[in-house]
């Protein structure tokens, strides 16, 4: 049965990620589409459009650090 | 701290009738940026009108720029440039216009025959058309009580034109058109003109001649010829005039708008009857040189130096509005220069405050050096980074070729000495290797590798980025914390200089503790949740305690300005910190690819699938696979670090909007200067 719960923390780790990607996907989807229109009207935004554009990227991060940490500690590793 | 460059406040005073000294002499010194005279500022004072001479020199760039389109001068049209006293005598000896006469005529010229060739090319289009109906030209027109109607349809309108009485002649043709020529009555013309219309009709004109189009077709043809031919010449001779006038045209063109500059300084000044006055920043330490030079180069001024600006916020608040801003003068040496890009892109600081630029000129290569941590990827990154820093002028590629050269440089010291890595596979074998890993040791058979680098790598083999993942985490998260920390601190010293230690400490302080409180107590619960079998909550009691402490002086601290916020940013620097863990993440995911492309290429290789075809084979692909993470590399590597730069540790303390110095001074390129001569 140990092996059931090894697949589990897979799923669920698999999952971590997927989902947090999927999160920041649609959030910068949004962000991306604002921050061309404004660097059209005025290129010199383009740091501050980066700087947006690449905030909910952090989720992703948090997503990858949960399944990191159920993979290797969690199963034990 | 690297704060921009102290600036002091000078005022120029002058007698008008030496204006035009003044105005070089200001350009000379290199140092002065001019604050531009509002109307009203001064009783008594007007804005001037520029010199004499500026409006002319406006007409003739006006000229030149004209040319140089009409040419083909553009930016990338090579010139040698010439001296400018040489330039200056012939601008005043009317090259300007001898120039554009000569240059006119033959545009003139041009322009007739461009339009020539569309009449003639429409009229081909029509006579081709045309061509198939057994109709002479000069019979479409000129007659009294019969009207011609020509054009080109969809649909055949035989069967319906055949209620009126009238001639139809048609061609089907799939590749020139369908044509149909109706000669009807003239009272008819309305009935045949809606009958065509349902089939599509578009009329065409009935060019002027005699015979069949056919004949008048080749003619044209032939007309078509000459004129291209014609054209030809005409473009040749434009490519000549472009040879001949190159020079001539991109010299004026950066000496008439020098001139205009000069011009037009009197209207950016403050002007009474007689004198001028001029109120200008000027760097500190260059305010004796500017003095001493503008005084004895131009009779009758007199320089006053006004303030040297502090970095207290109080002197901006009781200066003049139009004195307020001080400008930035960067203060950086020839390394960290490189790095005011990426400042510059999120904005220019502002005069009383720190400049990032060095602390990204640290972190920035590092972090791109520790997230690729390879010496394979590192070396075409040191060489690709020199190479652009070598030819390229273009402030964009600079900023780039900068972050590839010192970041790979970090990422060959990383890979050698940290992670012992070359193309995805380390140095030396050790039992800690995936089972799918290879490495140098076990390729090449060297089996003296181990002494060579024992001593040099931890973990034997260097750390793993695919097996030592917790303690990567853990150190990507320390080095954040060490990161966040300097942040902090930076916007305690810049609201220290701004408005005094005790507001900057009861503004800023309460953060600095909140952060460290922060980090014992997730420090303590990691500990405890992460690593239940080795800590009891017992053991970490002390951290959260203490931390539970920090955190409460933090709030107590914040509340009163901030409010509930002073609660709710807490977990925001939780996420800041724990954003730190791409360090680690993208070192892993590039480990990742680099571990299944080698398993395949070096598979293929050994396995010899296809005998030496795939060896072949199996070499191209390890080039191209790697190649591939190299180039990702640039993106997620530089990205994320400059991200890190500029979410996590800029907007901790650096506000920006402040005007970058912009010194009046003169550069040519495309003229040489009399200085140089001399």
């Known amino acids: ?77 | 701290m690297s704060l921009p460059e102290s600036m002091s406040r000078i005022v120029i005073v002058g007698t008008k009738s030496h204006m035009d000294e003044a105005i070089e002499a200001l350009f000379d010194v290199k140092a002065i940026h001019l604050i531009d005279h509002t109307v009203d500022a001064d009783e008594g004072f007007t804005l001037g009108t520029p010199r004499p001479y500026s409006p002319k020199a406006s007409e003739r760039l006006l000229k030149v720029r004209a040319m140089e389109k009409e040419l083909g001068v553009t930016k990338m049209v090579k010139t040698v440039p010439i001296p400018e006293d040489e330039i200056k005598s012939q601008i005043s000896s009317d090259s300007v216009e001898l120039v554009e006469k000569d240059v006119q005529s033959v545009l003139d010229k041009r322009n007739d025959l461009n339009q020539r060739i569309t009449e003639l090319n429409a009229t081909k289009k029509s006579l081709e058309l045309l061509s198939d109906i057994p109709v002479d030209l000069e019979l479409y027109s000129g007659y009294r009580s019969i009207v011609s109607i020509v054009g080109t349809v969809a649909e055949d309108p035989t069967a319906a034109l055949s209620a009126v009485n009238c001639e139809v002649f048609t061609s089907f043709n799939k590749k020139k058109g369908n044509v149909v020529a109706v000669f009807a009555k003239v009272e008819d013309k309305d009935a045949v003109q809606s009958i065509l219309s349902e089939c599509g009709f578009s009329e065409i004109a009935v060019p002027a001649g005699t015979g069949s189009a056919a004949s008048v077709l080749a003619n044209t043809d032939c007309e078509l010829t000459t004129a291209t031919t014609e054209m030809e010449n005409i473009e040749k001779e434009i490519q000549n005039l472009l040879e001949k006038h190159k020079d001539f045209l991109k010299a004026s063109d950066e000496e008439l708008s020098i001139e205009i500059q000069k011009g037009e300084i009197p209207v950016r000044i403050a002007n009474s009857e007689y004198t001028f006055v001029i109120d200008a920043w000027v760097p500190t330490a260059k305010v004796d040189t500017v003095k001493t030079a503008i005084e004895s180069k131009v009779a009758g001024t007199y320089v006053e130096v006004q303030e040297t600006r502090g970095r207290t916020m109080k002197e901006v608040e009781e200066s003049e509005d139009r004195f307020k801003t001080a400008p930035t003068k960067f203060n950086n040496g020839k390394v960290v220069k490189e790095f005011e890009y990426p400042t510059k892109l999120v904005s220019v600081p502002k005069y009383q405050e720190i400049d990032p630029s060095i602390l990204i000129a640290i972190f920035l290569p590092m972090f791109f050096g520790l997230m690729v941590g390879d010496v394979g990827y590192a070396i075409p990154f040191i060489i690709l980074g020199a190479y652009g820093l070598k030819v390229t002028h273009h402030k964009d590629w600079r900023a780039i070729a900068t972050v590839l050269f010192f970041g790979g440089i970090w990422a060959f010291i990383f890979g050698f000495f940290f992670f012992g890595e070359c193309l995805g596979m380390h140095f030396v074998s050790s039992h800690h290797m995936l089972d799918v890993e290879y490495s140098w040791q076990m390729l090449l058979g060297l089996d003296n590798l181990p002494e060579v680098f024992s001593g040099i790598l931890p973990y034997e083999s260097g750390v793993g980025k695919l097996f030592h993942v917790g303690f990567l985490l853990k150190l990507s998260v320390y080095i954040g914390i060490v990161h966040l920390m300097i942040a902090y601190l930076c916007a305690l010293y810049n609201k220290a200089i701004q408005h005094g230690f005790k507001h900057a400490f009861m503004e800023k302080g309460g953060w600095i503790f909140g952060f460290i409180g922060l980090v014992l107590v997730c420090y303590g619960l990691a500990n405890v949740l992460i690593y239940s079998s080795q800590y009891t909550f017992n053991d970490v009691l002390p951290f959260i305690a203490v931390g539970a402490v920090f955190i409460i002086i933090e709030i107590v601290m914040n509340i009163k300005h901030e409010g509930i916020q002073a609660i709710l940013e807490l977990p925001g620097i939780v996420g800041n910190i724990l954003s730190y863990t791409r360090l680690a993440a993208i070192g892993m995911s590039k480990a990742g690819m680099a571990l299944a492309f080698n398993y395949i290429a070096i598979g293929m290789i050994a396995g010899g699938i296809d005998g030496i075809l795939g060896i072949i084979l199996g070499f191209l692909l390890f080039a191209f696979l790697h190649l591939m993470i190299w180039t990702l590399a640039i993106l997620s590597a530089g990205l994320h670090g400059l991200r890190l730069q500029m979410v996590e540790l800029m907007a901790k303390f650096f506000e920006g909007g402040g005007i970058e110095y912009n010194p009046l001074k003169i550069k040519r390129d495309k003229t040489a200067s009399n200085a140089n001569n001399n």
């Not at chain 1, 049965?1 to 910068?28: F, H, Q, Y």
């Not at chain 1, 660097?39 to 948090?62: D, Q, S």
């Open chain 1, 1 to 77: 049965m140990a092996d059931v719960g090894l697949g589990l923390i897979a799923i669920g780790a698999g999952l971590a990620v997927g989902l947090t990607g999927l999160g920041a996907g649609m959030a910068e989807k949004d962000v991306g589409a604002a921050a061309v229109g404004a660097i059209t009207e005025n290129e010199a935004l383009f740091g501050k459009a980066m700087i947006f554009m690449v905030l909910p990227e952090t989720i992703v991060i948090f997503g990858l650090v949960i399944a990191i940490l159920g993979i290797f500690v969690m199963s034990g590793m």
